[in-house]
Structure formats: structure tokens, C-alpha cells
């Protein structure tokens, strides 16, 4: 199939959700042995907004100001007695983190999808919103 020439974007279309998923699972696997490890069990959804009920919990107003979130008891608060009722998940929401890469520019799709599903995982770990915001400054 030719490519389309960039007057012609009828034959464009948005990354789906799958192809999100795709680059949130080659995130996943590429992170150190004892870091994927730990995140054994840990699912991935992409779907394209938030929900109405998590905004209004978050207190977030704009939907495009959430790109993810993790669903679950963090590492540092579990015990062994515990018995997980539900699987700990990170969803990561399709069209703020297109948004955010159309409005952003320099940077690639992977490379959002990536810092989304790790401060997803973040929180997995355990670390606050303030802790994982402290670390972006420093790394920028």
C-alpha cells in the first residue's frame, strides 16, 4: 500500500488502543529483571477516557488531565496474610495521552506512553504523587 502524501490524511487514523497496549507491554518487558519482577500479575488496559466516577473521586474536572492510573494495593501496604480480591492494574487513557502528545510535540507516542505506565507503576511500588513528581524534576 502507497504511502499517503501529507496533504492526503483521509488514510490517517489515531494509534489505537491495541497499539498503545503494545508499546505499555514493550515498556513493561524491557524494565530491569527485579523491577518486572514485581510487577508480576500486574495488568494493563487502555481505554480511550476515563470514567465520569474516577474524575469526580480524583477531583479532576478535565478528563484530559488524567493519562493513567493505578488500581490497587501498593507494594508497601500489603502484608503476607493478605489475600488480593482483585488484580492490581494500570489503566492508561488513550485520547489525554494522545492529546498530550500532539500538544507536547518533541517527544514521541512510546516515550509518553512509557512515563505513564512507570509513574503507574510508581504508585505500584508504593511511591506518593509528591515522591514521583520530585523524581521527574530531577530527571528533566
Known amino acids: 500500500m502507497a504511502q499517503p502524501t501529507p496533504s ?7 494509534p489505537s488502543a491495541a497499539a ?10 524491557a524494565l530491569p529483571d527485579p523491577v518486572r519482577a514485581r510487577c508480576e500479575g ?3 488496559v487502555v ?6 466516577e474516577v474524575l469526580a473521586a480524583l477531583g479532576i474536572e478535565d478528563p484530559l488531565e488524567l493519562t493513567g492510573l493505578y488500581e490497587g494495593t501498593p507494594l ?9 480480591t482483585t488484580p492490581d492494574l494500570v489503566r492508561l487513557y488513550r485520547l489525554p495521552i494522545l ?5 507536547r510535540g518533541e517527544v514521541t507516542l ?15 511500588f508504593g511511591f506518593s504523587d509528591a515522591a514521583i513528581a520530585a523524581i521527574d524534576r530531577w530527571w528533566e
Request: glycine fraction near 4%; avoid cysteine.
Open 110 to 124: 512510546g516515550e509518553i506512553v512509557a512515563h505513564v505506565l512507570i509513574h503507574e507503576i510508581a504508585h505500584h
Open 76 to 84: 508497601t501496604d500489603r502484608s503476607v496474610t493478605d489475600q488480593p
Open 20 to 29: 498503545l497496549h503494545e508499546i505499555a507491554e514493550r515498556t513493561l518487558h
Open 47 to 52: 481505554e480511550d477516557w476515563p470514567d465520569e
Open 99 to 103: 492529546f498530550e502528545w500532539a500538544e
Open 8 to 14: 492526503d490524511w483521509s488514510a490517517l487514523a489515531a
Open 42 to 44: 500486574l495488568g494493563i
